[in-house]
DNA sequence: TCCCTACTAGGGCGATCGCCCTGTACGACT
DNA sequence: AGTCGTACAGGGCGATCGCCCTAGTAGGGA
């Protein structure tokens, strides 16, 4: 059993990391500071460091567990799908909610960047990025694509790449069918084979 | 003619230009201060708002020379060989020189996340970007690619996001081998227009 | 010679930063 | 009832920030 206090501590550090996860994207990395942060959460500056050893502690922490959590949630959307070809389509449709200028995108990139700056940082999230990258890569093996784990480095690549050139307002207009391309012999291409 | 003294500001403004260009990719967009600028740049601090109007302004017009220039170059590189294959290879060749924690990739990267939040910076990005890949696209054209501009967009995105992917320290091995299959009909796979 | 323009140096203003230190409220134990 | 530990509030310290203001210097045209 725990304190009622204990528990409303737990809240309490909940609603820093959510707020943080808010505040990354909103206002760039480095402009998270302790006294938005608390005001966003609804407590007091000195909160922060009761809860974390440092801000930064406290970002590392709110990037990685939210990236960590949407790619579970892609690749279990992934696992629906039934060929590579559905399986690619279905990603780029998820990713057409994003705009490129999203709270989900940026955070990503604001956690790839801060993470050539973070050792702690470029660690976590590496691990969860090459977690979903060997579970999609297994997948594609499975369905028969070749090279399935470069297929799928390059995939997960492509896709944040779209995303940040999506960012810019350049309209990337249906990548899929490019994209298709990778994972079967250019299904409806007007010259087939001719090589 | 121009005085002594305007050639003199003229070399000065160039240094903080190029200073900017360094730091950027060295300590993030937003840890660039006027006062390690100009120390970089061998002048006092006041200099910089002599030469610009705002700190912003200078990154940007920094940031996006540099962009300009250093696509240009691509683009030419590009030009020099003869079959789409042969592009990417080159692309990806010229790209291997790059760790994704290296000053240009960041420097890309700093300026994409910054674009976000800045309206004539972002209006400046998707003009350069567009260019490299409205003339990339005619190329492509020219070289019998089927939809020519969505592959050079896509080609575009992807050489960012391996970038991205390889800072993480995951090895991003021979995407070339991948990327080729989207511009020629799975030319080394096994199975081979079975559909 | 004198002025005028372009460039640079120095200092300062108000604001914000991360982090620390101290004091307090309060439920859980003996 | 008294003690203790956990969770939070408030204030402050030194540092840094962007930007502004003023004074000073040097060379070209009148």
Redesign the pocket.
């Known amino acids: 059993?725990v304190?009622?206090?204990?528990?409303?501590?737990?809240?309490?550090?909940e609603r820093l990391l959510n707020a943080a996860a808010e505040l990354i994207p909103e206002r760039s990395w480095?402009?998270?500071?302790?006294?938005?942060?608390?005001e966003r959460a609804?407590?007091?500056?000195?909160?922060?460091?009761?809860?974390?050893?440092?801000?930064?502690s406290?970002l590392n922490e709110a990037a990685t567990s939210r990236m960590r959590q949407l790619l579970a949630g892609l690749y279990e959307l992934l696992e629906t799908t039934r060929t590579p070809a559905e399986a690619i389509e279905t990603m780029l449709a998820s990713a057409d909610e994003y705009t490129g200028a999203d709270a989900t995108s940026l955070l990503f990139v604001e956690a790839y960047l801060a993470s050539t700056r973070d050792d702690d940082l470029r660690e976590r999230i590496a691990g969860v990025v090459a977690e979903f990258r060997q579970r999609f890569g297994a997948w594609l093996e499975r369905h028969g694509v070749p090279a399935p784990f470069e297929t799928a480095a390059v995939l997960a690549a492509s896709l944040d790449g779209v995303l940040l050139h999506r960012g810019l307002g350049l309209k990337a207009n249906a990548p899929s069918a490019v994209l298709l391309r990778l994972v079967s012999a250019s299904p409806e291409e007007e010259r087939q084979c001719e090589q």
């Open positions: 059993m304190s009622p206090a204990a528990e409303r501590g737990r809240a309490v550090r480095a402009a998270v500071s302790t006294r938005i942060l608390a609804g407590v007091t500056p000195s909160v922060v460091h009761y809860h974390f050893p440092s801000l930064q406290l």
